[in-house]
C-alpha cells in the first residue's frame, strides 16, 4: 500500500523534510511508527515513546491502533500548542 | 459562521460588527483575543512564528464549533486564526460568539478556545536571546479542555 507522509514542526526539523511516500504494508498506525522508528537515530529519538507525538490519518486525529487504509494521508506531529 | 487561517491582522471591532449587522435578535456577544506576549517560560520572546497543517486546520476548527453548536443555542460564531511570524502585541487568535442570551455565549467561547489550544494543528516557535525553540505543549492545556467532557 502507498502512504503519504507528513511531518510539522520540531519533527519537521529533525526528520529533515516535511513529507514522503513510502511504498508499505502497515495495517495500523502503531505498525508505521514501529517502522519509522526502526530508522534510528532521530526517528528512534522522536518516536520511541519517550516525547509525546500526534498522529492524523487523513487530517483526524487518532490513536495509534488506528488501521490505515490505503493512500492515506498520515501526519505526525508534536502536540499543538496554537491559540 | 466563519473560519479564516491568515496572516494578516484582524479587527475585533469589525468582526463584532459583521455579525450584528442586520439581525436583532442577538442578545450577547462574548468575544476572546489571544495575544503574542513578550515573555514566556523565564525568557524574552523577540518574535513568534506559527506553523500550520493547512487542510486539516479548517476542518478541526470546523469540528469545534460545530461540537460548541450541539452543546449550545447559538446565533452565530467567528473564529480566526493567525499564522506566520508575529511581534509581541500582535494579536494571534480570535473567538466570538453570539447567542440571544449571555450565559451560552461565554460558556461557548472559553469551550471554543480550550479545544483550540489541544486539537487545532497549531505550532509556535519563538525567536529568544537564547536562539529559537518550539513551544512546548502545556499539561495545563490538557486539563482545561478535558473539564468539559
Not at chain 1, 40 to 52: C, T
Request: glycine share 8%.
Amino acid at each position: 500500500m502507498k502512504l503519504h507522509l507528513l511531518y510539522f514542526a520540531r519533527l519537521r526539523e529533525r526528520f529533515g523534510r516535511a513529507e514522503e511516500t513510502l511504498e508499505f504494508d502497515a495495517s495500523t498506525a502503531a505498525d508505521l511508527i514501529a517502522y519509522l522508528q526502526s530508522r534510528g537515530g532521530v526517528w528512534a529519538e522522536e518516536l520511541d515513546g519517550s516525547r509525546a507525538f500526534r498522529v492524523a490519518v487523513n487530517q483526524d486525529i487518532v490513536t495509534l491502533d488506528a488501521v490505515l487504509p490505503d493512500q492515506a494521508e498520515v501526519a505526525i506531529f508534536p502536540p499543538v500548542t496554537g491559540g | 459562521m466563519k473560519i479564516q487561517v491568515q496572516s494578516e491582522s484582524f479587527d475585533l471591532g469589525a468582526e463584532v460588527d459583521a455579525m450584528r449587522e442586520g439581525r436583532t435578535d442577538i442578545g450577547a456577544i462574548a468575544s476572546f483575543v489571544g495575544l503574542a506576549r513578550d515573555l514566556n517560560e523565564g525568557s524574552g520572546v523577540a518574535a513568534m512564528t506559527l506553523e500550520h497543517y493547512p487542510g486539516m486546520t479548517e476542518k478541526a476548527l470546523a469540528a469545534l464549533v460545530d461540537e460548541a453548536n450541539s452543546r449550545w443555542t447559538l446565533l452565530d460564531v467567528s473564529v480566526i486564526h493567525r499564522v506566520g511570524r508575529l511581534l509581541p502585541g500582535d494579536p494571534i487568535v480570535l473567538v466570538a460568539v453570539a447567542s440571544s442570551h449571555r450565559g451560552e455565549a461565554f460558556a461557548a467561547c472559553e469551550f471554543i478556545m480550550d479545544f483550540l489550544k489541544t486539537r487545532a494543528p497549531f505550532w509556535k516557535k519563538e525567536e529568544t536571546p537564547q536562539g529559537e525553540r518550539w513551544v512546548e505543549a502545556r499539561t495545563s492545556d490538557d486539563a482545561a479542555a478535558e473539564r468539559w467532557r
